[in-house]
Nanobody, 120 residues
Framework: QVQLVESGGGLVQAGGSLRLSCVVSGNIFSINAMAWYRQAPGKQRELVAA???????NYSDSVKGRFTISRDNAKNTAYLQMNSLKVEDTAVYYCNAGGKRRPWQTYDAWGQGTQVTVSS
C-alpha cells in the first residue's frame, strides 16, 4: 500500500506565500511523476503542477511564474512553493504520485488534501 501525506496548508493573505509538502511512503519500488492538483468549491479538480523523476516540470497557466514544484527523491517528497498568492488560489490541494510498487505492478495514489485559503 502507498500513502501520501500532505502538509503546509493554511490561511494566508493575498500576496503571501505558502509551501506545501507531500511525503510518499509504503510499499514502493519507484516513484515516477508527482503532481499537485487543486479543487475549489463547486469546481472540478485541476492540475496545478507536475514533476517527473528527472526533474522536468509543467505548470498550469494560472500559476506559472508564481508556483514552483520540486522534489527530493531521497526523501520521497514533493514540494509546492506558492508565492504571490491570490484569492482565486483558494482550494483543497491534493498530491498525486505514480510509479511502481513492484517492477510489474504500478500504482497511482492520492493524498487526503490540504486546505489553502487566501484572504483579500
Amino acid at each position: 500500500q502507498v500513502q501520501l501525506v500532505e502538509s503546509g496548508g493554511g490561511l494566508v493573505q493575498a500576496g503571501g506565500s505558502l509551501r506545501l509538502s507531500c511525503v510518499v511512503s509504503g510499499n514502493i519500488f519507484s516513484i515516477n511523476a508527482m503532481a499537485w492538483y487543486r479543487q475549489a468549491p463547486g469546481k472540478q479538480r485541476e492540475l496545478v503542477a507536475a514533476i517527473t523523476s528527472g526533474g522536468s516540470t509543467n505548470y498550469s497557466d494560472s500559476v506559472k511564474g508564481r508556483f514552483t514544484i520540486s522534489r527530493d527523491n531521497a526523501k520521497n517528497t514533493a514540494y509546492l512553493q506558492m508565492n504571490s498568492l491570490k484569492v482565486e488560489d483558494t482550494a483543497v490541494y491534493y498530491c498525486n504520485a505514480g510509479g511502481k510498487r513492484r517492477p510489474w505492478q504500478t500504482y497511482d495514489a492520492w493524498g487526503q488534501g490540504t486546505q489553502v485559503t487566501v484572504s483579500s
